[in-house]
């Protein structure tokens, strides 16, 4: 079927489309041509049926076969193929498009399929999302791509996703990835007659990749693979060491990179082989475990990287017959030759336990010829000798000692670091003084990200180890130091570092702040102390510390963190000090000096504060005095002024004035003595204001015009306020009395 255009199938839930011919018969499935339309094409709940090579141009045999350019989509549909005995075709093609491929059965009891680039392919696409695929494929078919196929694919905008990908039990899978970039893949699961291909892929991500049982190469590179990533997958019971003829391992990489990151190798047949020359992103396996290979964990040459990892219980228990003659103990850890590239493997920080080689010795390094070069660094060896790495000479079969130049062993011990229980392979650290653990903060310290390889898994891979976990959950790096092995101790840890500092800090008079910091390491007690003087005390013992402005200016202050559970181990921020700041000056100043004024009066406001970085009033004015009338306020009434003084600290304060207006009802004046009565008449307060006095002897009487005495204070300069709301309205007498005179006046309430 060819469709020049677009084409669109869908189905419903429970009622597919099918497409088939008669029965055991073949037909050459949908092709699309010239289809450059925007529109896309749209397969919905579809069913495939026995699709042969009806389409032969460039070996293009597909169900359905997009090659130039219009969108496609293909989901919750099903490729069947029920005849064994004629070449099947592919399912899915499709080739500089957008690809949308979701919840695809693929089932075949063919033998051989045609299809150049795959049974599901993507081809140089501009972006694609494939996932919930599930196959189910016959296991001796003679596949000629794979049954996933990814390749010519460079994502540089858009969007390249392959994920949820799984097999049915005991049959076959095949999944590759070639010249391709940027590209995200998780969680495929495949199992029995298993491939995973990689060739020549930068940048590419895999997550959560797990591999069982498969008898060939679980997982093959070649070409530049630096920058790809694989990390959190586990590949387990996978190749073969049957016939050495077709020797195949969990993992055969033939690259430059890429990077193992929290991966696990357990119980495989064959461990892994890495054959490559050296390059700035050569394979490199960060916090992995190698555990219970049947063959040795693995075979290396060239440069590949080990940090952190656990090489676990791993034994060669086989000798090749043509190899008896020689009586060769085949290591059951790592094997180092020289056979196509020379090697240079570099191992950091690693552990290495439990390891038997043919004979029942403890092997984890072997050199295979005199002539490879080894870093062993940071490392614990069982039943390592303090001589160094031993070798076998693949044609004089005699043993020897690594030589001193061809070895950089730097603080590697046999030691026992304290394992809670490693006959049962609990490779954790106990929590116990009578076993200090070795491995707790032993390796290499200082700036690592300026170290070899540490800068090349920053900068190749974007890996900064000071970000990363061992497989407990724990942090990788702590006080600068990388832990050795996998596994952190389950325990305290016997260094302790405060993560944050403290410089002087400024309180506000009044206010409240909390100081606390973060440590890295199990913390048994926290102190904070206080030091006055010389004199130094304990005041809390709690991981924050309450501030208020009870803290006294110039005594210093700091957290100390304790771990006194095997070593009386400390780590305590700098001294700082608490700088407490002053109030604001409180007062505001009135001229003239009362509360309440006329309408027609002026009154200035200013306060007593200095020293700030702003001053605000509520008015909007900033200068420290401020002049109003009492008209300008509004209605008669009490008015609320308020400053707020603000330092560069941030500190601020503020002082409040209250200031009432009544009516100018007139001033009764006395010129002759400079007295001034307001005002007239008065309902509730008298102002009797009065020039500058020698004396304090003076007195006030308020009389009714019958001479009796209503009430008498004494006078003071300026404004003597006098109630009268008690009086009833009427005329009153006034008698302003000094030391020699006194004056009369009459006086109207109002």
Not at 331 to 358: R, V
Not at 560 to 587: H, M, Q, R, T, Y
């Amino acid at each position: 079927l060819k469709v020049d255009g677009i084409l669109k199938a869908e189905g419903k839930k429970g009622d597919s489309i099918i497409f088939k011919a008669m029965p055991n018969v073949v037909w050459g499935g949908i092709q699309f041509v010239n289809n450059t339309q925007t529109d896309t094409i749209r397969f919905n709940y579809c069913h495939f049926e026995n699709v042969g090579t009806g389409f032969r141009n460039g070996f293009v045999n597909y169900a359905i076969a997009c090659r130039y350019g219009s969108p496609m989509s293909v989901k919750n549909s099903s490729f069947y193929y029920f005849i064994k005995g004629v070449n099947q075709a592919g399912s899915i093609y499709g080739r500089k498009n957008v690809m949308i491929v979701d919840s695809i059965y693929l089932h075949s009891i063919a033998i051989t399929m045609q299809s150049f680039n795959g049974n599901l392919a993507v081809d140089s696409s501009i972006g694609f999302k494939i996932e919930h695929i599930i196959t189910n494929i016959k296991l001796d078919v003679k596949n000629v791509s794979g049954d996933i196929t990814i390749w010519g694919t460079n994502i540089n905008s858009g969007f390249g996703f392959l994920n949820d990908i799984s097999n049915i039990n005991k049959t076959s899978i095949s999944i590759g990835i070639v010249s391709s970039r940027n590209l995200i893949v998780k969680r495929i699961s495949i199992s029995d007659n298993a491939y995973f291909n990689l060739g020549d892929v930068k940048k590419i991500r895999i997550e959560n990749l797990n591999i069982k049982n498969s008898p060939h190469n679980a997982i093959s590179t070649s070409g530049d693979c630096t920058g790809t990533i694989i990390e959190n997958s586990s590949f387990e019971g996978c190749g073969s060491s049957k016939v050495r003829g077709s020797y195949t391992f969990a993992l055969n990489l033939q690259s430059n990179g890429p990077l193992f990151k929290n991966c696990q190798f357990n119980n495989n047949e064959t461990g892994i082989l890495v054959d490559q020359q050296y390059g700035g992103g050569t394979p490199i396996f960060l916090s992995c475990i190698f555990n219970h290979s049947k063959a040795s964990a693995g075979y290396l040459e060239g440069s590949p990287v080990f940090i952190n990892c656990n090489i676990q219980n791993n034994i060669d228990f086989k000798i090749w017959p043509q190899d008896t003659s020689k009586n060769i103990p085949y290591t059951a850890g790592f094997k180092i030759g020289t056979d196509f590239y020379p090697s240079h493997p570099y191992f950091y920080n690693c552990l290495m336990w439990g390891n038997k080689d043919s004979f029942g010795h403890y092997s984890s390094i072997v050199m295979l010829s005199k002539a490879g070069k080894v870093d062993v660094n940071n490392c614990i060896i069982q039943s390592d000798s303090s001589n160094g790495i031993v070798g076998y000479d693949n044609n004089d079969n005699f043993r020897f000692y690594v030589p001193k130049a061809n070895l950089v062993y730097a603080n590697s011990s046999g030691n026992n670091p304290g394992f809670i229980d490693s006959a049962a392979g609990n490779y954790q650290l106990v929590n116990s003084c009578s076993k200090s653990g070795y491995g707790i903060n032993r390796g290499m310290s200082g700036n690592l990200l300026t170290q070899y390889p540490f800068n090349v898994l920053n900068t190749t891979y974007g890996v900064n180890i000071y970000n990363t976990f061992d497989l407990a959950g724990n942090p990788r790096v702590a006080d600068d130091t990388l832990d050795i092995g996998c596994y952190e101790s389950t325990g305290t840890k016997k260094n302790l570092k405060l993560l944050s500092t403290y410089s002087d800090t400024t309180l506000c008079y009044g206010g409240k702040k909390t100081a606390s910091s973060k440590t890295a390491g199990t913390v048994q007690a926290y102190q904070w102390q206080q030091k006055a003087g010389a004199t130094i005390s304990t005041i809390a013992n709690t991981s924050t510390l309450a501030l208020n402005d009870l803290k006294t200016n110039g005594i210093q202050y700091r957290l100390v963190v304790i771990n006194n559970e095997c070593l009386p181990l400390k780590d305590s921020s700098i001294w700082f000090k608490i700088n407490v700041n002053a109030p604001l000056v409180k007062g505001i100043t009135r001229n003239p000096n009362k509360d309440t004024i006329s309408v027609n009066q002026t009154m200035q406001l200013s306060t007593a504060a200095s020293g700030y970085s702003s001053l605000l009033w509520n008015t909007g004015a900033t200068a420290p005095s401020i002049s109003f009338i009492g008209s300008s306020l509004g209605a008669i009434g009490k008015y609320r002024f308020t400053i707020e003084a603000k330092n560069n600290n941030g500190c601020t304060e503020t002082d409040t004035a209250y200031i009432n207006t009544i009516a100018n009802t007139g001033i009764y004046v006395i010129l002759k003595d400079n007295i001034k009565i307001y005002p007239q008449p008065a309902k509730d307060i008298l102002n009797i204001e009065l020039p500058p006095i020698t004396n304090n002897n003076g007195s006030i009487q308020i009389s009714s015009l019958d001479g009796k005495i209503i009430a008498t204070q004494k006078i003071t300069t300026g404004i003597n306020e006098i109630p009268v709301h008690q009086l009833e309205a009427g005329v009153y007498i006034i008698i302003i009395s000094g030391d020699k005179e006194s004056i009369t006046l009459k006086w109207v309430k109002g």
